[in-house]
Each structure stands twice: as C-alpha cells, then as structure tokens.
C-alpha cells in the first residue's frame, strides 16, 4: 500500500531545467524547501503542482528525491503529462483526489484502508466473522469457538516452530451440558493421563493409586528449612508412610507364609488321609487273615481231630488185626481175611496221619501271616496317627499365620488410612497427615462461584476471590488500595492532550475542539504597486500577479533608431530613423 506524505512546510520553487511530456526525473531549484522537512521512502508518495493555474497545470507524485531531483509519475488525479520551462512554479498542494477518498472513506463500510473490496473493517464492539487471519501476540478474552460443518470449528490447530506437515491439535468432545476447564495462574506443563511424566507439588485428596507405584526422591536430604512444607513436619509423613510400607510387606510375607502353611496343612491332611486308608485297608488285611487264621487254625484241629480219629481208628484196626490174628490162628481162612482187612486199615491211618501233618502246617503258616499282617497293621496305624498329628500341627501354625497376616493387615491399612487418633499411640497415619496438609493450604473449590471469578494473593499465604467484571471491555488494573491490590476499570485508549500553534498560525488548546487559524499578521495578505505606470498588479489574494506596466513604445525592429530611456531603465519612445548618405560599415563601430 502506497503511504502519501505530507509538509505544512512545504515552500514551491521552480524547474531548473525544463521537462519533456513524458519525463520521469525533474530537477528544481531547492528540493530541501520543496518537501518542508519530509522523506521520502519506498513505498511513499509526495504530490506536487507544476506550472498551477494555468493552462500547463500537471499534477505529478514524486516517489524519490536526490537533493533536487525528483523521479515523479507523470498525470496524476486525471491531469496529463505536457512539456514544461524552466523556471515554471512547482508546488505541493492538496488536491481532489486527498478529499474525494478521504469522503469516499467516510461513506464506505467496505474496501478501506487497503483492504479488499470485499472486506469490511473490523469494529472493537461490532459482532463480525473474521476469516484468514493472522493474531501476533492477542489478549483474547472469553472467546466461544462454536461447531461448523468440519472439525476445525471446533479444534485449535498449532503448527509450532516448524512449517510442516506435522501440527498438534486442541479439540474438545461434543458436551452435553455447560462445562469450565479452568487453567491456573503458573508456568508449567499439562498433564496427559497416558503419559509418563514427573508431578511436582500436588495434594491428592482421597486418592485411588493401583498398581506398584514408586516414591522416589522423598530422603530428608532434600528437603530444607525454608521449604514451604516444614522439613520435620515431611519427615513425619515420610516415617508413617514407612512405617506404612513395612507393615504392608510384613503383612504380605505373613500372607504368604499362612499361604505356604495352609498348603503344607492340606499336603499333610491328604497324607493322613492315605495313611488312614493304608491304615484301615491294612486292618481289614489283618482282620481277613486274623480270620484265615482262625479258619487255618479250625481246620487244623479238624484235622488232628481227624487224625486222631484215624489213630483210633488205626489202633482199633491195629486191635482187630491182632485179634483177627488171634482167630487166624485157629482158621486159615479167617486170618487171611482179617489180614486183608488189616492192611486196608493200617493204609487208611497213614493217610489220615498225613493229611493231619498238611492240616498242621498249613495253620502255621496261616498263624504267620496273621502275625505278619497284624503287625503291619499296627505300623500303619502308627504312621496314621504321626500323620494326624503333624496335620494338626500344621493346621495351627496356619491358623496363627492367618491371624498374624490379618493383625498386619489392619495394622498396615490403619497407618495408610486412619483419619482419628493415632495408629501406634504417638504417630498418625499417611492420610491423617494429608488431609491436614490439604486442609491448611490448598485452595477451595467452593470458593469460587461463578464464570470468570479470579484466585488473588491478598497477602503470605492468604488469597481472596475477584469477580469478573459487570461490563464488557473493562481490564484489570492495579490499584494498592483494593484489598486484592487489583480493580476492574474502563480501557482508555488514549487521546490528544494539547496543540500548539507554530509559525504562521493561530489557535490550539488542550481540550475538546481545537481550532488553528493562519496568522494574518505573519503572511502577505495584500500586494499593491507603488507606480501603476511602472509596474501592474491583478490575480487574487492567495495568487497575486505582478506584471510591468506598458511604457507606450510599439513592439518593432527599428534601425537607425532614436531610443529614449527614463530613470527606472524603461525604454518610453523609439522610432527608426533616416539614412543621410553614409554608408554604414560596421568594421569602423568595431574598431577595424
């Protein structure tokens, strides 16, 4: 955009040398009084008149000057390039074209101050959408960004320091209700819930931490007496957080020994319940044989009951042979019989007798393993008992490293949690202390009560709420007097305290409307000839015209003239006289 300037100063001089019709460099006899003072830069225009009212009048703006040089651009403000002397008038004026824009401006809502035709100014108070526009360091306050038919409506995209294909956006979820993100008063960095990042002075107030959580950097070396948190009182927290922790991990290692109790118990309940059933398979074994036995046993006197029998039986036959022996002695015949008879008998007794001496064994060997079994039945019942035994003893160690793990347990969750009284009957619990330090120095969500309402230091360690201003457009200012050391008041951007009058005018003030005037006693307000025959003045005022006055004498070539010449150099008669016969040579006037 092209800047026009402007002299108050400005005084006309002439052309040095004369200007074609479509030159572009014109000198001048002082282009230092010409400009008044200005300069002219890239970019700048200075307008000039030359050869004004009259006929040749030019209008030309001068975009460059060297000392008297001007580079100009010729027909300005519908005026053409002609041809023009040395000596004529150039002179910086105001011309149409300054009060045509300047109506033009006044009657415009549009295409102004070079913007585009199609744009108009922007207003401080008006309600109007602004597009493909670029804020260098804003103060924006309140700003509502609403939803239009693309997600940029509703996003704020930053680019950073790099101009890429790479920016980070600030958007927002569709909300279903009025919501307020407040950003705090400080310097610092936004925290990302999946981000891995270090916090520094927060309060947790009631807080649900899961996981494995590490606390590191919490030594009482790093912490001094001016800290804002005392370093004794920290070291307090930091024992019942220990103490805390300790508990905790005594708890768990109780925990797990009753665990490993617990499974060595059960391991030893089913190993007492094998043994029983060892136990009781084995008394079944010994009770099966203590009846085989008994059935051995039964058997066997069967059979020496048999076997006596068959004694008898033999000693009876044995009887009956010797009698049968006896009567053979008086009958051949009989003693062969009863011989035969005899013989059967004595063949019977030798396998009664032998089938005694089976039955006999066979009961001893049963009676053997009768012992056997009831012996090992016996074993059996003894490692069932042992069994037992230690199942039971298992079984309390658990139970006591049950309760030892629960006493941990409570213990450990009353120095993490404990609002009331002491854990140990001296030190609090880590939330106890918590929630006093939360108490004593963090700010109260309820305090604030409303859209735009501001946390102020009032003095060390005291803050106050400031409301939002009443009326749009105010700003804060300071002002020691208020209580919070800050007042809302009306912007003021400012305006002219006082104009001075220089050389040549009148007028000024220092408030309201100021008039300045031209100070007739310090210019030419009039010009009159001392000698009308001599010299002629006419024109106006503001452009007077001095002329010389006709002498009487006819414009002419004379020769041999009769000249008259009066005091002021005036040539007032001339007439061409006659030759009387000489011949003029002019060698003999030159002295030849």
Known sequence: MTTRKYSSRSQQTTLSAALTSSGTSATVVSGTSLLGGITISAGETF??????????????????????????????????????????VVRHMAIGRDYRESNQHIEASSGVHGIASTSSVVGTNSTQTLTNKTLTSPVITSPTITAGTSAEFTSIVFEGATADAFETTLTVTDPTADRTITI?????TVVID???QTLTNKTLTSPTISGSPVITGLSSAGMISSSATPKDYVDSILGSATAASTSAASAATSATSAATSASSAATSASSAQTSATSSATSATAAATSATSSATSATAAATSATSAAASATAAATSATSAAASATAAANSVATIASYASAAATSATSAATSATSAANSATASASSASAAATSATSSATSATAAATSASSAATSATSAATSATSASNSATSAQEWATKTTGTVDGSEYSAKYYAQQSNAANAVNKTDIQAKGDLIVGTANDAYAILTVATTAGYILSVDSAEATGLKWIAANPGDITSVTAGTGLTGGGTSGAVTLAIDTSSVVTSVTSGNTTRVSVGGTV??????LATSGVTANTYTLSTITVDAYGRITSASTGAASGETFNPLLLMGA
Request: net charge negative.
């Open 194 to 196: 999946g981000a891995t």
């Open 542 to 547: 503001t452009a007077p015209t001095i002329d």
């Open 47 to 88: 307008t000039v008149v030359i050869d004004p009212d009259t006929a040749l009048e030019e209008i030309v703006d001068v975009t460059a000057v060297a000392t008297n040089t001007l580079t100009i651009t010729r027909g300005i403000d519908g005026s053409s390039g002609v041809a023009h002397s040395a000596g004529a």
């Open 184 to 188: 705090p008063d400080v310097t610092g």
